[in-house]
């Protein structure tokens, strides 16, 4: 089993940073992705960023250049630096951590970008 717990969202104005965090307890070794994910009202979720166990890390183009996905050495901490952000970045973020055959989701942090 593998618990993940977000924190850090909050209002931030456009044009702000924020960085959420994903605190992750349990089977840690079993992990070999961990990923960001949003979901704004109405729409579907969506995958911001992801790492890899091997600190790889890919993200979504619409976040491209703004967002920084990274973890710290022991895997036990996922973070989310979130700069140059827009209204439309406003949005329910969710961490989730891969440990096959198993998905694990946070109960998600509100980020609402407005002025």
């Known amino acids: 089993q593998v618990q993940l717990v977000e924190s850090g969202g909050g209002l931030v104005q456009p044009g702000g940073s924020l960085r959420v965090s994903c605190a992750v307890s349990?089977?840690?070794?079993?992990?070999?992705?961990m990923k960001w994910y949003r979901q704004a009202p109405g729409k579907e979720r969506e995958l911001v960023a992801y790492?890899?166990?091997?600190?790889?890390?890919n993200y979504a183009d619409f976040v491209k250049g703004r967002f920084t996905i990274s973890r710290n050495n022991t895997w036990n901490t996922l973070y989310l630096q979130m700069n140059s952000l827009k209204p439309e970045d406003t949005a329910v973020y969710y961490c989730?951590?891969?440990?096959?055959?198993?998905?694990?989701w946070g109960q998600g942090t509100q980020v609402t970008v407005s002025s």
């Open positions: 349990g089977r840690i070794s079993s992990i070999n992705v």
């Open positions: 790492i890899l166990s091997g600190g790889a890390t």
């Open positions: 989730n951590a891969v440990s096959p055959p198993k998905n694990y």
